[in-house]
C-alpha cells in the first residue's frame, strides 16, 4: 500500500499521513512530529512503507488545534484574539484605525492614552494620582534596596497602589477608567527623582524626565520623551500584553493585570531590549567604530540589538519617528551617527533597519540616562495600552483566555513510582 492511500479496518476508519495532513492543514513532516511528541499514534502499514493513523485521533487533535489557535489547525498554534485597539500592517500601525504614529506626533501621551481606552480624544486630557495612592506606592519602593532596577520599583508602586484603592475590585468600565487615570501618574511618581528640581505635576513627560536623568530638560528632548510614550502606549498582543489580557480573563482587577505585564516586560526580547542597544551605542562611541563592537557581539553568539522587527519587513514606524525628532537635538547628533554606523556595518551580515530600541538607546544615551532608562519609559508606556487590552478582555466571556496542553510525557497506564 502507498502512503497516501486510505485503509480501513477492523479497528475503524485510518487515515494516510497525506490524508492527516490535509485534514490538520499541516505538511507530512510536521504528522511525524506530532507523532513524536505523542500528540499522535501511528500504525505501519504491513508490508508498505507508510503509516497510518486513527481518523477518531486526528480529528479530535484538529478541534483542539482549531479551538487553540483560534483559527484552523495549519495557522501555527498561535493564539488569535479579537481585538479593536491595534492593527500592525506592513510598515504601519494604527490605534483604532488612526495612524499611530501621526497621533503620536500632533497628540499628548495622556490624550492618545485615551484614545486607546474610550476611542475618544480628550484635549488637554492630564492624569493625578490621589495623595494617598503616591504615600503608599513611594513608601513600598523607598524600602526596596539601592540597586532595585526600574521595573521592579514599578511593579510594587503598583501592588503598593492596589492595596490602598478599596474599589480595586469594581471591574466596570468607568471604574477601571478611574484606576488608570490614577495608575499611571502613580507608577510615575514613584521613582526616585534623578533631578532635584524634577516636577510632579504637569504632563507626564515632564514628570518622568526628572526621574530618568539629572540633566536640565528642553523642549526638544520633552517632546521626544512624550513622543516616545505615546508611540510606545500600545503594539498589538505583545508578550506583555498578552499576559495581561490573561490575568484580565481569570478577572484580576486592572492593578494587577497591569503587574502581569511589568513581570513580563523585563526579559531581553522584550522592555529590556533597548538598554541592550543601549550599552552597545555606548561602546560604539567609546571605540568610534562599529566594526570591532558588532564584530565582538557576533563572535560571542549574540544577535545585534536594536536592528530588525519580525512584524515590520522594511523599517520599524517607531523609530523612524523618534530618529526626525532626535535630529533636531544637536547633542544627540554623535549617537545617531554611532546608530548609523551600526546599521551599515551589521547590514554586511544581515540587511536590517533600526528598531524603536536602537532609537530609545539613541535618546537614552545622549540624555546622560541610565541604560534601564529605555525600559523604564517602556513600561509606563505601555501601561495605557495593557489597561485598554483589560478593558476589552473584561467584555469578554470569562477564562477564555485557557488554551489546553499538549501532553507529550510517558503514555498512560504507568506503573506507580517506588
Keep these: 500500500m502507498r502512503d497516501h492511500e486510505p485503509h480501513t479496518g477492523a479497528a475503524g476508519q485510518r487515515l494516510s499521513t497525506k490524508e492527516t495532513a490535509e485534514l490538520l492543514g499541516v505538511k507530512p513532516e510536521t504528522v511525524y512530529a506530532y507523532v513524536s511528541r505523542g500528540q499522535l499514534s501511528s500504525r505501519r502499514v504491513p508490508g508498505g512503507r507508510g503509516s497510518t493513523f486513527d481518523a477518531k485521533e486526528v480529528e479530535a487533535l484538529a478541534r483542539r488545534s482549531r479551538r487553540d489557535s483560534g483559527g484552523s489547525p495549519g495557522s501555527g498554534g498561535e493564539l488569535s484574539v479579537r481585538t479593536r485597539i491595534t492593527l500592525i500592517d506592513t510598515d504601519r500601525y494604527y490605534f483604532r484605525g488612526v495612524d499611530a504614529t501621526e497621533l503620536a506626533a500632533r497628540h499628548s501621551y495622556e490624550e492618545v492614552a485615551e484614545w486607546l481606552w474610550t476611542g475618544q480624544l480628550r484635549r488637554g486630557a492630564a492624569f493625578t494620582a490621589p495623595e494617598a495612592a503616591v504615600t503608599a506606592a513611594r513608601r513600598a519602593v523607598d524600602s526596596l534596596p539601592e540597586h532595585t532596577a526600574p521595573t521592579d520599583r514599578l511593579r510594587v508602586a503598583a501592588i503598593a497602589a492596589a492595596a490602598a484603592d478599596p474599589l480595586r475590585f469594581d471591574l466596570s468600565e468607568e471604574a477601571v ?165 551600526i546599521v551599515a556595518t551589521a547590514a554586511r551580515h544581515t540587511p536590517l533597519h533600526a528598531n524603536v530600541d536602537l532609537a530609545l538607546a539613541v535618546f537614552t544615551a545622549s540624555s546622560g540616562m541610565p541604560a534601564t532608562a529605555g525600559e523604564t519609559i517602556f513600561a509606563v508606556a505601555r501601561t495605557a495600552g495593557w489597561i485598554a487590552h483589560a478593558l476589552e478582555e473584561y467584555g469578554e466571556r470569562p477564562l477564555r483566555m485557557r488554551p489546553s496542553g499538549h501532553y507529550v510525557g510517558p503514555r498512560p497506564p504507568q506503573p506507580l513510582p517506588e
Excluded: C, M, N
Excluded at 304 to 314: E, I, T
Design 177 to 341: 477608567l478611574g484606576t488608570a487615570r490614577i495608575l499611571v501618574p502613580t507608577l510615575v511618581a514613584a521613582l526616585p527623582p534623578a533631578l532635584y528640581d524634577h516636577r510632579d505635576s504637569g504632563p507626564l513627560a515632564h514628570r518622568l524626565w526628572g526621574r530618568l536623568t539629572g540633566r536640565p530638560a528642553d523642549e526638544p528632548s520633552l517632546r521626544v520623551l512624550d513622543t516616545a510614550l505615546a508611540l510606545l502606549a500600545d503594539h498589538d498582543l505583545a508578550a506583555s500584553t498578552l499576559a495581561v489580557r490573561v490575568a484580565a480573563s481569570a478577572r484580576a482587577h486592572a492593578y494587577a493585570a497591569v503587574s502581569a505585564g511589568l513581570g513580563v516586560i523585563e526579559g531581553p526580547l522584550h522592555g529590556a531590549a533597548s538598554g541592550l542597544a543601549h550599552k552597545l551605542l555606548l561602546e560604539v562611541l567609546d571605540q568610534g567604530d562599529a566594526a570591532p563592537v558588532i564584530a565582538d557581539e557576533l563572535r560571542a553568539g549574540r544577535r545585534v540589538p536594536g536592528l530588525g522587527h519580525r512584524l515590520y519587513p522594511g523599517e520599524d514606524p517607531r523609530a523612524r519617528a523618534l530618529f526626525a525628532l532626535l535630529e533636531d537635538i544637536p547633542r544627540a547628533a554623535p549617537a545617531i551617527a554611532a546608530a548609523r554606523d
